[in-house]
């Protein structure tokens, strides 16, 4: 059963505007949330994470906005551009424990 | 942040077979993981690689399917033992100091006939 649900596997947006990128988990005991982007014949890297005692962190064109009560989380990128399209993986931990990851979205900026 | 290398970084395998992967690191880390990536799914962990002892396999990974070393602080492997169409994934090895701060490499894709 999947922890961490990313529900929608791409997404298509005009350059210049906001991509937002959903997910959802299910163990309320998980405490840490993080964003990690991947581009072809690479490794995730590391975007942005939350804690949960906050229900928002900003970095740049980035923000992370984090609703304990529905257990979602979504990622914000604004404005868009060419260098963003990409898969984006959502995860979660609970403490120390393991990170568990969602499937990915597949981001496409359009020119 | 590591610089991270994997070899290879592809291949194609004939069934029954074995393949190793290597993961090097450039400066010494703490911990070290193996995930797996099969397609269309999310990155799925296959054991945390210790050194100086046995790796630590999670929950449908076994040792004598998934054989891990890790032989000092900057390199591991693993071995996919055996293996079936269904291996065919990718491979990623990570590493971090913390457990929230995980680095991965660039990934080998296997490929299984």
């Known amino acids: 059963d999947q922890q961490v649900k990313q529900n929608s596997p791409s997404l298509s947006v005009q350059e210049g505007r906001i991509s937002i990128l959903n997910c959802d988990y299910t163990?309320?005991?998980?405490?840490?949330f993080l964003w990690y982007k991947k581009y072809p014949a690479e490794g995730p890297t590391f975007l942005i994470s939350i804690s949960s005692i906050k229900d928002k962190n900003e970095d740049g064109r980035f923000t992370v906005f984090l609703n304990k009560s529905a257990k979602h989380l979504s990622l914000h990128i604004v404005p868009s551009q060419p260098g963003d399209s990409a898969v984006y993986f959502c995860a979660a931990s609970e403490g120390d424990d393991k990170i568990i990851f969602g499937k990915g979205t597949r981001l496409h900026i359009l020119p | 942040s590591a610089v991270i290398s994997q070899k290879p970084s592809r291949d194609i395998c004939q069934r029954g077979t074995s393949l190793t992967i290597q993961c090097q690191v450039d400066?010494?880390?703490?911990?070290m993981f193996w995930y797996r990536q099969q397609p269309g799914q999310s990155l799925t962990l296959i054991a945390t690689a210790n050194q100086g002892s046995e790796a630590t396999y999670e929950s449908g990974f076994v040792i004598d399917k998934f054989p891990i070393s890790r032989p000092n602080l900057t390199f591991s492997t693993l071995t996919v033992s055996n293996m079936s169409p269904e291996d065919s994934s990718i491979y990623l090895c990570?590493?971090?100091?913390?457990?929230?701060?995980?680095?991965f490499g660039p990934g080998t894709r296997l490929t299984v006939l």
């Open positions: 990570s590493v971090a100091s913390l457990v929230h701060e995980q680095f």
């Open positions: 400066s010494q880390v703490t911990m």
């Open positions: 163990n309320s005991m998980f405490d840490y």
